[in-house]
């Protein structure tokens, strides 16, 4: 018997998934634009008032496709899209650790999420605590019997740094947690949780998978046990994504391939332009070797991502100086979008935090973060170059 060989991911961006046969033939799928669908019979003895496509419920064709095209991609049995990334974070935080429960975090997640954490939790009966330290029995002094899961990202912002995933599922898998991630930053491209044995992976896929800084959406990935009871409290809460914003992310995705391996070696190409660049003190990437989880990333990532963070000799003023005299990238929060963004996280995706949480990140006042677009490479590191030598 032959072996079918699975499909790689530049196929399954174009074919996972989709509706078979094709609506009127449309080799796109069209929008649903209808908030009711018509019952099959007078009797209802045809169908069943719980089958009704109806938006919030996540059920148009639109949200099937994209969701059985998601879960192809993350090599989990079943995926759904949300209106947001914190509504696909925000569903999962508040269905997993149940009545009463306490879930083990890293440090340094997603502003959004650190705020559910802390401005939410307490409200709703639930606790938190971060990570301390990178050893799994340290951690294991951390459980506590309402001890219900454990939240991670694939890499962090803005230095992006690297768990051991390995053991973060063995230590899962060993205490009867729920692992939860938060693919964002690497996306299924460079890197697919679930075949480590993550239970749910998540996305803001305003970043990366729509890719065209256009649209909010978030995505819950993984087993059908999890992914089914997180659907159903995002569908008590309210938070599906609206037919054209599926139709946009369905069409942004179909090149995500292209687009994230160009952002990887763009990157990668920028990060050591800026770390041989004498005004430049320090380069975080994990493509380069100077990177403390180098051998990790190369262990378990097929690429980094378009996100390097630097700081500059000369402090503020410089990193200033500099996103002032550059002519391509646009100064602005984000990423995953075709074009080159530059940030201060101390003023602006880290801006929430105290000075002192701050430095315990590792984000200094000066550090600046780019997430590199779509834009030719020499276009780019010509820019950076006209803009440090003035
Ligand atoms: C942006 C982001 C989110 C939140 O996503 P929204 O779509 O803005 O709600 C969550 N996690 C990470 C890593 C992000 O970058």
């Keep these: 018997m032959s072996r079918k060989p699975s499909p790689r991911i530049e196929t399954q961006l174009v074919h996972a998934g989709e509706h078979k046969p094709r609506f009127a033939g449309a080799a796109v799928l069209p929008i649903f634009q209808s908030s009711v669908f018509e019952f099959p019979d007078a009797r209802m ?74 401005d939410d939790f307490g409200d709703l009966g639930l606790s938190f605590d971060l990570l301390e330290g990178e050893d799994p029995a340290q951690w294991a002094r951390q459980l506590r019997p309402q001890t219900r899961a454990i ?69 819950v990935a993984g087993s059908r046990e999890w992914v089914e009871k997180v659907r159903k409290r995002l569908n008590h809460f309210g938070g599906n994504l609206d037919a054209h914003a599926c139709f946009l992310l369905h069409r942004g995705l179909k090149t995500l391939a292209l687009r994230v391996r160009h952002q990887n070696e763009t990157a990668q190409r920028l990060a050591e332009y800026l ?47 500099l996103i ?27 801006s929430g935090m105290s000075a002192e949480e701050r430095a315990r990140a590792g984000v200094s006042e000066s550090l600046v973060r780019v997430s590199v677009g779509l834009e030719a490479c020499d276009d780019l590191i010509e820019d950076f170059a006209q803009a440090l030598e003035a």
């Design 324 to 350: 002032e005299r550059l002519e391509l990238a646009v100064h602005g929060p984000s990423l995953g979008g075709p074009e080159t963004l530059i940030s201060r996280p101390a003023t602006s995706s880290h």
């Design 151 to 219: 939240y991670v990202e694939a890499l962090t912002n803005p230095r992006l740094q690297i768990l051991d995933h390995a053991a973060v599922v063995q230590f899962a898998k060993a205490h009867g947690l729920v692992s939860i991630i938060d693919n964002t930053f690497a996306t299924p491209v460079n890197f697919q949780p679930r075949l480590l044995g993550y239970d749910l992976v998540l996305h803001s896929a305003t970043k990366y998978l729509n890719g065209h800084s256009d649209l909010t959406a978030g995505v």
């Design 45 to 118: 003895e045809k169908s069943n008032y719980h089958d009704l496509l109806y938006p919030r419920l996540n059920n148009l064709p639109n949200h099937k496709v994209l969701g059985d095209k998601l879960a192809a991609l993350e090599a989990c049995e079943e995926a759904f899209v949300s209106a947001s990334g914190m509504a696909a974070i925000s569903a999962a935080l508040l269905t997993v650790p149940g009545e009463g429960g306490h879930v083990l975090v890293q440090p340094g997640v997603y502003g959004g999420t650190h705020n559910l954490l802390s």
């Design 275 to 321: 770390e041989s660049h004498a005004r430049v003190r320090q380069v975080s990437y994990p493509g380069l070797a100077s990177h403390p989880q180098y051998a990790r990333g190369q262990a378990w990532f097929r690429g980094f991502g378009g996100v390097l963070s630097f700081e500059l000799e000369g402090g503020v003023e410089a990193a200033c100086r």
